[in-house]
Nanobody, 124 residues
């Protein structure tokens, strides 16, 4: 089992920044690829970013490329999502997730463990 707890969400104006954190406990964090997904009201889960077990590979949705950065600190069992130049369309509940392949995958079905989510609201 891997337990994931997100933090860092909040209300920010368009153009602002937020950094989300996801703290992991349980099984060896460094074995897992990590991903961030989001869900806006009335919409499906959407892939945002992913990172491989050692941080050597990262992958982003086109909608956030160049604005968001995913990173991880295996010593702290934490993955981060730095979000810059935020837009109102980034408003959603953001979830972190862990997948056992360690590759940093974009497919939601690859992820076994999910956090409870943190709300990000971007005002115009």
């Amino acid at each position: 089992q891997v337990q994931l707890v997100e933090s860092g969400g909040g209300l920010v104006q368009a153009g602002g920044s937020l950094r989300l954190s996801c703290a992991a406990s349980g099984r060896t964090f460094s074995n897992y690829g990590m991903g961030w997904f989001r869900q806006a009201p009335g919409k499906e889960h959407e892939f945002v970013a992913a990172i491989s077990w050692n941080g050597g590979r990262t992958y982003y949705a086109d909608s956030v490329k160049g604005r968001f950065t995913i990173s991880r600190d295996n010593a702290k069992n934490t993955v981060y999502l730095q979000m810059n130049s935020l837009k109102p369309e980034d408003t959603a509940v953001y979830y972190c997730a862990a997948e056992p392949w360690g590759l940093g995958l974009s497919g939601e079905a690859e992820y076994d463990y999910w956090g409870q989510g943190t709300q990000v609201t971007v005002s115009s």
